[in-house]
């Protein structure tokens, strides 16, 4: 019998650290959906992720920032939801508590300001022409900054993503979402 307990322990160690190495890693965090992922990558602070659902058998792609295997170390996350033949939508997502009643400042460089309610989870969405507005000043930009409050601080916190390679990146995004759209008619 305690030729067993070993080899029963170190399995059940491995299992642990795998669902840990799996949690750290990106690949299980709270908006992330099942499935198979076919098409991931990196761009400068860009990340294209395509994933097959396998129960559904539906394909989707997001473009974000920053690389999913960076969240637990960031404190912000920038989405953006383009479908060829919908509504653009620019998503933000602040980690930790923050400070409700506080509004979300997005802006590229020095330009205008893009002001968003937060809700008390810590997300901002700008939709349609605004969301189109801010896409085209990130093409053209060099920085997007994201300013926002923390619970308990009187201070803005700000989280910048370089623009360097965005443009590439959402090329890449709208090809792989057009890909899909032409396999799925």
């Known amino acids: 019998m305690t030729g067993r ?15 840990v190495l799996a949690l750290t890693t990106g690949c299980a965090t709270a908006d992330a959906q099942p499935g198979y992922v ?14 097959l659902d396998e129960p559904t058998g539906r394909k989707d792609c997001r473009l974000g920032a920053p690389d999913p295997s960076f969240a637990g170390t ?4 920038l989405d953006i939801i ?6 653009a939508v620019v998503e933000l997502r602040i980690h930790g508590a923050i400070e409700t009643g506080r509004p979300a400042l997005l802006k590229v460089d020095g330009g205008a300001r893009h002001q968003a309610a937060l809700t008390r ?11 189109r507005t ?12 994201i300013g926002f409050v923390r619970w308990g601080e009187r201070v803005w916190a700000e989280r910048r993503f370089a623009l360097t390679d965005f443009a590439a990146a959402r090329q890449a995004y ?7 759209a032409r396999e799925s008619r």
Request: proline letters at 4%; hydrophobic letters at 45%.
């Open 5 to 19: 307990w070993p080899n029963r322990f170190f399995r059940r160690l491995a299992m642990t650290g795998s669902m």
């Open 38 to 51: 076919f098409y991931y990558h990196a761009f400068g602070d860009w990340v294209v992720i395509c994933a």
């Open 74 to 77: 960031a404190d912000a996350r």
């Open 82 to 87: 383009e479908p060829p033949d919908g509504e």
């Open 121 to 131: 989870t810590g997300e901002a969405v700008w939709r349609g022409a605004e969301a």
């Open 134 to 145: 801010i896409l085209d000043e990130m093409a053209a930009g060099q920085t997007v900054s």
């Open 174 to 180: 709208r090809q792989r979402l057009a890909a899909i």
